[in-house]
């Protein structure tokens, strides 16, 4: 079983920036591929970006982003940690969602982009983006 957990959510003005971490549990983290979604109220859950397994180092890994934010998201991972990140620059109030954590145990590098393919998920945290 897999536990994860979000952090680094809160309020930022439009064009400002936000880290999210998401801290796994579990042995083999370095084999999952990960994810990031967000759902904003009203809204489906929808993709944002995702990171595959890298072969066994402690960094690095295939990425996919969403075209709503390529060029303002990086997705990392840091396997001696166990932790994922987003980090998200020049933020627009369409960003305003809570950001989910997914994971899969998927030693191959390639990059998971829709909900059902995911088997564990974290609670979320809260992003809101001011104008």
């Known amino acids: 079983q897999v536990q994860l957990v979000e952090s680094g959510g809160g309020l930022v003005q439009a064009g400002g920036s936000l880290r999210l971490s998401c801290a796994a549990s579990?042995?083999?983290?370095?084999?999952?591929?990960m994810g990031w979604f967000r759902q904003a109220t009203g809204k489906e859950r929808e993709f944002v970006a995702a990171?595959?397994?890298?072969?066994?180092?402690?960094?690095?890994?295939?990425?996919y982003y969403a075209d709503s934010v390529k060029g303002r998201f990086t997705i990392s991972r840091d396997n001696i940690k166990n932790t994922i990140y987003l980090q998200m620059n020049s933020l627009k109030p369409e960003d305003t969602a809570v950001y989910y954590c997914?994971?899969?145990?998927?030693?191959?590098?390639?990059?998971?982009?829709?909900?059902?393919?995911?088997?564990?998920w974290g609670q979320g945290t809260q992003v809101t983006v001011s104008s």
């Open positions: 997914a994971a899969k145990d998927l030693p191959r590098q390639v990059v998971l982009t829709t909900l059902r393919e995911y088997d564990y």
């Open positions: 990171i595959s397994w890298n072969g066994g180092s402690w960094n690095g890994g295939s990425t």
């Open positions: 579990g042995r083999t983290f370095r084999s999952y591929g």
